[in-house]
Antibody, heavy 123, light 107 residues
Framework: EVQLVQSGAEVKKPGESLKISCKGSGYSFTSYWIGWVRQMPGKGLEWMGIIYPGDSDTRYSPSFQGQVTISADKSISTAYLQWSSLKASDTAMYYC????????????????WGQGTLVTVSS | VIWMTQSPSLLSASTGDRVTISCRMSQGISSYLAWYQQKPGKAPELLIYAASTLQSGVPSRFSGSGSGTDFTLTISCLQSEDFATYYCQQYYSSPYTFGQGTKLEIK
């Protein structure tokens, strides 16, 4: 059974750093893209970016490029989303999601999702 | 970046109704479109991929159609558990953008 288990809720102050995690199990972690989706309070889904743990190839949405860092440690089947300096506007639920690529195509879509990590940034 | 217009943003319906949700792309994406359902406080769940292929375990009352720039999600006979928010997403090119969402509420 495919499972993605995310780290727990975080409360941080503006300017602090943060790294949240997503541990995959039940599938070959290095053979699928895994990415992050933001959902701000009461709002829709925003695709942030993905990483291929097999070779660490990473793609970001222009909206999030330079604002966050996506990484993965294939030795422990875990993906990460990291901020170096949080802002109040980073307050949101963050979901990790395994991405599935159709055979012969480079694009991919989320097929399994983690439970979400709530990040609250407040002074 | 491919932009998408999902409509309506709010849909009121009754159990047993047939409803449709639309998604229009700013450029053609072939059939590289997925649909998701999200219930309050829960992660989204995949309903349909490749515009019309039902994910395993999804009831057959859900169906998807379209290609190129215009896509539709249809729920043929609404059940109580279907009242939720629905999103389309294109995966033709990165960034894999989502539609704005359609909240399906009980009339």
């Amino acid at each position: 059974e495919v499972q993605l288990v995310q780290s727990g809720a975080e409360v941080k102050k503006p300017g602090e750093s943060l790294k949240i995690s997503c541990k995959g199990s039940g599938y070959s972690f290095t053979s699928y893209w895994i990415g992050w989706v933001r959902q701000m309070p009461g709002k829709g889904l925003e695709w942030m970016g993905i990483i291929y743990p097999g070779d660490s190839d990473t793609r970001y949405s222009p909206s999030f490029q330079g604002q966050v860092t996506i990484s993965a440690d294939k030795s422990i089947s875990t993906a990460y989303l990291q901020w170096s300096s949080l802002k109040a506007s980073d307050t949101a639920m963050y979901y990790c999601a395994r991405h599935l690529s159709p055979i012969g195509y480079s694009g991919s879509y989320p097929d399994y999702w983690g439970q979400g990590t709530l990040v609250t940034v407040s002074s | 970046v491919i932009w998408m217009t999902q409509s309506p943003s709010l849909l009121s319906a009754s159990t047993g109704d047939r409803v449709t949700i639309s998604c229009r792309m700013s450029q053609g994406i072939s059939s590289y479109l997925a649909w998701y359902q999200q219930k309050p406080g829960k992660a989204p769940e995949l309903l349909i991929y490749a515009a019309s292929t039902l994910q395993s375990g999804v009831p057959s009352r859900f169906s998807g159609s379209g290609s190129g720039t215009d896509f539709t999600l249809t729920i043929s006979c609404l059940q109580s558990e279907d009242f939720a928010t629905y999103y389309c997403q294109q995966y033709y090119s990165s960034p894999y953008t989502f539609g704005q969402g359609t909240k399906l509420e009980i009339k």
